[in-house]
């Protein structure tokens, strides 16, 4: 494993305890996602042209890092406010609003959506029946859920340009991922 990767896993759990976010909250996801970690896991180790331990470490590397992966998306999804999201997404296609691209509609839609796979994740753990019934009741339950949520309006903020301290994360990731 590179020292990149250390530092990036490094990174995304010390967030964890920076905003005090639970470390087990995002175990039945990664349960739920254990036959692709495995079946990365099979097709690295027999597709990969190094030697048996050498093909074994970098298929343990690429697992550990999808699961890294997995970790930072559900701290953002856990920490960050739909209007956040909007703002942010706003801002940074911001090069697409002088192409004309309507960037309102895209940043509105993908913040739906994230809010909505917290309502649906909900929905899947109060479910108590066998897998085939569950798919059922899952749809049941978000049609339902679909046609009596109230309408509410949602207020975009205008944000200013982000401090240049704010930067820091993502570049830090980027310089992690990347190096």
Avoid at 70 to 76: D, G, N, Q, Y
Avoid at 112 to 137: G, R
Avoid at 163 to 171: A, C, G, R, S, V
């Amino acid at each position: 494993m590179t020292a990149n990767n250390i530092l990036f896993i490094i990174l995304v759990i010390s967030l964890f305890f920076i905003y005090k976010c639970s470390l087990i909250s995002v175990f039945p996801t990664l349960k739920r996602l254990r036959w692709l970690f495995f079946s990365i896991l099979i097709l690295n180790l027999f597709f990969n042209s190094s030697s048996g331990i050498v093909n074994l470490l970098i298929a343990i590397e690429k697992v550990i890092v999808l699961i890294t992966i997995v970790l930072a998306a559900h701290l953002f999804i856990i920490i960050t406010k739909t209007q956040e999201i909007i703002a942010a997404l706003q801002w940074w296609l911001l090069p697409l609003t002088m192409l004309g691209f309507p960037t309102e509609k895209l940043s509105v839609r993908i913040a739906l959506v994230l809010d909505t796979v917290k309502t649906v994740q909900s929905f899947y753990n109060n479910t108590t029946s066998t897998i085939t019934n569950k798919i059922t009741e899952l749809f049941a339950e978000i049609l339902e859920h679909a046609n009596t949520v109230p309408l509410q309006t949602l207020e975009i903020p205008e944000l200013p340009q982000p401090p240049l301290w704010q930067w820091i994360y993502p570049l830090t990731m980027l310089v992690l991922i990347f190096k």
